[in-house]
């Protein structure tokens, strides 16, 4: 069974930069099968693709995310890690790692997801 | 990029069946395969319906999804309603390089 879980800071000041792990258990994020995203929802509101990794590397970001975020895997710890930079108020959110297929193609597995509160 | 667009909220009764749309704002339905997944209070999504019309395992056949070209939409009814089927319903849908998440919509059973 693969489980995914975040990890980080649950406070991050105004204009700093907001990091987040996911650790994934029971399959390799090295597997061609998958992309490692991250999604967020800000208290009360709706779900927001932040961007995915793929095992070779190569990374897709939300446009609207593109400049301040940046996705990167460390294959031999079996993580990966979302970095978002230049944090506002909006950024606060309940940051969730997943897992997509790509055949067939859905969000398979989700972590139990992580408040994010940016506030000074 | 694209969005796609749900209904804030519906209800209905048990036993009745409801259904939920999901309008896409530019590029075709039918290119891109739609998701639904549904989220309950203080929990992470899961998949209700995958690729347009498909079911993960565990997933009770009163779920069902279709594509509609002639509205560029996409639907999920749910069937026999229960009391358990309250939450929020969101589709998903991409592009060449994007995953785009509708608004979400509240089903209330009551």
């Known amino acids: 069974q693969v489980q995914l879980q975040e990890s980080g800071p649950g406070l991050v000041k105004p204009s700093e930069t907001l990091s987040l792990t996911c650790t994934v258990s029971?399959?390799?994020?090295?597997?061609?099968?998958?992309?490692w995203g991250w999604i967020r929802q800000p208290p009360g509101k709706g779900l927001e693709w932040i961007g995915d990794?793929?095992?070779?590397?190569?990374?897709y970001y939300n446009p609207s995310l593109k400049s301040r975020v940046t996705i990167s895997a460390d294959t031999s710890q079996n993580q990966f890690s979302l970095r978002l930079s230049s944090v506002t108020a909006a950024d606060t959110a309940v940051y969730y790692c997943?897992?997509?297929?790509?055949?067939?193609?859905?969000?398979?597995?989700w972590g139990q997801g992580t408040l994010v509160t940016v506030s000074s | 990029n694209f969005m796609l667009t749900q209904p804030h909220s519906v209800s209905e009764s048990p036993g009745k069946t409801v259904t939920i749309s999901c309008t896409r704002s530019?590029?075709?339905?039918?290119?891109?395969?739609v998701q639904w997944y549904q989220q309950r209070p203080g929990s992470s999504p899961t998949t209700v319906i995958y690729?347009?019309?498909?079911?993960p395992s565990g997933v009770p056949d009163r779920f069902s999804g279709s594509i509609d070209s002639s509205s560029n939409s996409a639907s999920l009814t749910i069937s026999g309603l229960k009391t358990e089927d309250e939450a929020d319903y969101y589709c998903?849908?991409?592009?060449?390089?994007?995953?785009?998440f509708g608004g979400g919509t509240k089903l209330t059973v009551l």
């Open positions: 998903q849908s991409f592009d060449s390089s994007s995953q785009v």
């Open positions: 029971g399959g390799s994020i090295s597997s061609s099968s998958y992309y």
């Open positions: 690729e347009n019309n498909q079911r």
């Open positions: 990794i793929y095992y070779i590397g190569s990374t």
């Open positions: 530019s590029g075709s339905i039918a290119n891109n395969y």
């Open positions: 997943a897992r997509r297929s790509y055949h067939p193609h859905y969000f398979d597995y």
